[in-house]
């Protein structure tokens, strides 16, 4: 029996389950430096409100949340939309969603964020919860979502 693809599902489970292990390693990691989740999504807001960021309060750090789902939920999407021409996506979750999670990083890290608030600095965290967190944390729930709600 084939299933129906289930594109909503497939980007809603994927975004929300990488947005939440993604959001997640990230106060962990940059907690161990001193950060709090506070100024971490503060931070994310920074990429809007720039250096007001941390002035705005829970108003700043409400919209680094939004800005943050937003994301994952654009990379499952993406993700979603490119399984429909590359079945290889589907066929292999895990080597293709490892790959995926790099390449997240790497456009957030060399794109986005250099876009956004300037050259990124790197540290330890950056090390664990970029190219060593994104492909397990972000690509893997993302594909395994998109494969688990595709035909």
Request: proline letters at 6%.
């Amino acid at each position: 029996m084939k299933t129906v693809p289930k594109p909503f599902a497939a980007i809603f489970w994927g975004g929300l389950l990488a947005g939440i292990f993604d959001i997640t390693q990230a106060f962990i990691g940059f907690g161990l430096r001193g950060s709090t989740p506070f100024r971490i999504l503060q931070g994310i807001g920074r990429g809007i409100f720039g250096t007001r960021s941390r002035e705005m309060g829970w108003t700043s750090a409400a919209i680094g949340l939004v800005c943050h789902f937003t994301i994952t939920f654009t990379a499952a999407t993406v993700y979603y939309l490119a399984s429909r021409k590359l079945r290889i996506l589907v066929e292999r979750p895990v080597l293709c969603g490892l790959v995926y999670g790099e390449l997240v990083f790497l456009f957030m890290y060399f794109v986005v964020m250099p876009l956004a608030i300037g050259q990124p600095h790197f540290n330890i965290a950056t090390y664990i919860t970029g190219p060593i967190g994104h492909p397990f944390l972000v690509g893997l729930p993302i594909a395994l979502a998109v494969r688990r709600y595709s035909s």
